[in-house]
Nanobody, 120 residues
Framework: VQLQACGGGLVQAGGSLRLSCAHS????????VAWFRRPPGKGREFVAS????????VYADSVKGRFTISRDNAEKTSYLQMRNLKPEDTAVYYC??????????????WGQGTQVTVSS
């Protein structure tokens, strides 16, 4: 299983970015998908998750109302739409797939990370 994340970049505060993650597995539609991030000097933290069917989502309080996670099972792709970005959203963002939940141990497959930098 391989995950390839892309879409990161440099954006001004208040701007938007959409991250994408392509999944290589045939059984993508049986996995939960999540996004985590690692801010500079900090550990990896949960951002959002979506269950296999796409109807149940969970968000970290820090991104609720600004970020939207989604998935396209036919395209085997997950997305993270980020709006009203803040400098504290600066981090390396990782996509992941697995059983689900809000901790890293719930996901066995990880992408390589994509850098998001928000300038003030």
């Amino acid at each position: 299983v391989q995950l390839q994340a892309c879409g990161g970049g440099l954006v001004q505060a208040g701007g938007s970015l959409r991250l994408s993650c392509a999944h290589s597995t045939r059984t993508f539609n049986t996995y939960a998908v999540a996004w985590f991030r690692r801010p500079p000097g900090k550990g990896r933290e949960f951002v959002a998750s979506i269950e296999w069917g796409g109807s149940a989502t969970v968000y970290a309080d820090s991104v609720k109302g600004r970020f939207t996670i989604s998935r396209d099972n036919a395209e085997k792709t997950s997305y993270l739409q980020m709006r009203n970005l803040k400098p504290e959203d600066t981090a390396v963002y990782y996509c992941a797939s697995g059983r689900g939940g809000t901790v890293t141990s719930g996901y066995g497959y990880w992408g390589q990370g994509t850098q998001v930098t928000v300038s003030s």
